[in-house]
């Protein structure tokens, strides 16, 4: 599997995807499987992530998402792609701390606790 | 203010307790005012004894109700000032969400509750709306009665 959590791979329903020099992420599926929930607000076009305490909302072709009330700039704007909100996968380690490596050639995704 | 409250309790019955050893000391008196029989030293001991004990008791409970009080008035007094704390906190938190901004959602803070009410336009602004009011209300029941009025016409779930 492409994606890991402490070295333990995730089931995650699509692969990581390469756009400008960006890694993105396929949102629910993922924090599904770390055990988050992923909410669909259809009248704003915003996904909300719920993991643990933290709330976070990523409106559709904005940059700007919204962590805990606290606005964060994303690397780019969070876009929809076969029924899931797509974001960078940089945002589980600039906005939730999580540890993060992405190996490009393997295509290969690695989260780890945060620190 | 409890030691106040119990300094002025102990003077009044140090007060009852003296005219409680006059009272002893004047037992038994015939209707011209002279004793039929002149209390004994014990007698007068064992007056003593109980006016001093009862004051103490009395003292004791009097101590007692000026704590609880002031229990009470301190506990009312944080009620008061979470109320006032939490409402607007949870309002700002609302506010703050891009989701939510805009909403009719009014909060009522109540003893160890806080209710939400207006309305929404879909089921996921309805769970944020409780989510957030959680998270800045840490300890409170979250009561949710917010409706679900409608808005974009339901779509398949994304995220």
Known sequence: MPYTFEDAPLEVSAEPQIKDGITW???????QAMG???????????????????????????????VDGQEITLRAAPYLDNGDTWVPA?????????????????????FSNPA | M??????????????????????????DRNKNGQPDSPATSGQI?????????????????????????????????????????ITPKVKTALGNSPVLKGSNI?????????????????????KLAEATAKKNAPGYKIVNKIKVSGGASPVKKKS
Request: proline residues 1%; aromatic residues 6%; negative net charge.
């Open chain 1, 90 to 110: 940089r945002f589980f380690q600039d906005a939730l701390g999580f540890g993060l490596q992405v190996d490009r050639e393997r295509n290969l995704v690695q």
């Open chain 1, 25 to 31: 992420v396929p949102l629910r599926s993922l924090a």
């Open chain 2, 106 to 126: 009014d909060v009522d803070t109540t003893d160890q509750s806080v209710t939400l009410t207006g309305s929404v336009k879909n089921a996921a602004q309805s």
């Open chain 2, 45 to 85: 001991n064992n007056a003593v004894e109980n006016a001093g004990e009862a004051a103490t008791n009395v003292a004791s409970k009097a101590g007692q109700a000026a704590s609880n009080a002031a229990d009470s008035f301190g506990n009312a007094a944080k009620n008061l000032d979470d109320a006032a704390t």
């Open chain 2, 2 to 27: 409890k030691t106040t409250q119990s300094q002025h309790w102990t003077k009044w019955l140090g007060t009852g307790a003296i005219l409680l050893v006059g009272v002893a000391g004047c037992a």
């Open chain 1, 36 to 66: 988050a929930n992923v909410d669909w607000d259809p009248d704003n076009r915003v996904a909300i992530l719920y993991l643990g305490e933290r709330i976070a909302t990523f409106t559709i072709n904005n940059a700007t998402a919204n």
